[in-house]
């Protein structure tokens, strides 16, 4: 599954929210139940390891200069909730990318 974001940020400022909010990921994912590891193997991509209702998926998100694109492994006993899954994908990212709030 793959999920774009368009974003008029540039790649330096994506990066850098994106560091600072990627703790918020399992905030994003249906359930609320989910254990969510990032790491970043490249200045453009930050990979996910994902736990959640007992499956583990995969997933990594690169960073482009207009967009961010999610790609997102589902197992096929979790494939009937792909739309839910996109949908939180495209708000949680939007939150992501949002500018921290003010102090």
Same mark, same amino acid.
Request: aromatic share 4%; hydrophobic share 45%.
């Given at each position: 599954?793959?999920?774009?974001?368009?974003?008029?940020? #540039?790649?330096?400022?994506?990066?850098?929210?994106?560091?600072?909010?990627?703790?918020?990921?399992?905030?994003?994912?249906?359930?609320?139940?989910?254990?969510?590891? =990032?790491?970043?193997?490249?200045?453009?991509?930050? =990979?996910?390891?994902?736990?959640?209702? #007992?499956?583990?998926?995969?997933?990594?998100?690169?960073?482009?200069?207009?967009?961010?694109?999610?790609?997102?492994?589902?197992?096929?006993?979790?494939?009937?909730?792909?739309?839910?899954?996109?949908?939180?994908?495209?708000?949680? #990212?939007?939150?992501?990318?949002?500018?921290?709030?003010?102090?």
């Amino acid at each position: 599954m793959q999920v774009a974001i368009p974003h008029q940020l #540039g790649r330096e400022e994506v990066r850098r929210r994106l560091r600072g909010s990627s703790h918020e990921i399992a905030d994003a994912i249906p359930g609320g139940m989910a254990d969510v590891e =990032t790491d970043w193997p490249s200045e453009d991509r930050m =990979t996910m390891a994902i736990k959640v209702m #007992g499956q583990h998926l995969a997933g990594y998100i690169d960073i482009a200069e207009d967009q961010v694109v999610f790609f997102m492994d589902l197992p096929p006993a979790l494939s009937f909730i792909k739309p839910i899954v996109e949908g939180a994908i495209r708000q949680g #990212g939007q939150k992501l990318l949002a500018p921290p709030p003010a102090e």
